[in-house]
């Protein structure tokens, strides 16, 4: 196993912490993508690459 590939490990603190991304920034982040996904004519690998994204960021968002 390369170190890429390992898992990680180490000591965490246990102080609280922000999220990466809030909820309304994750929301703003699919809404973006879906609009690159389908602002040109859907031949693009950018544009299927943006809505497989923005669909498997948005399945994994709670519902409102």
Do not use: K
């Not at 603190?13 to 990466?20: H, I, V």
């Not at 544009?47 to 994204?53: I, N, P, R």
Request: proline letters at 6%.
């Amino acid at each position: 196993m390369d170190a890429l590939s390992s898992p990680v490990t180490g000591t965490y603190s246990d102080a609280p912490r922000e999220p990466l991304v809030t909820l309304v920034e994750a929301r703003e982040a699919v809404r973006l993508l879906m609009h690159f996904a389908e602002a040109g004519d859907g031949d693009s690998d950018e544009e299927l690459d943006a809505y497989q994204l923005a669909t498997d960021i948005a399945g994994r968002l709670p519902s409102e």
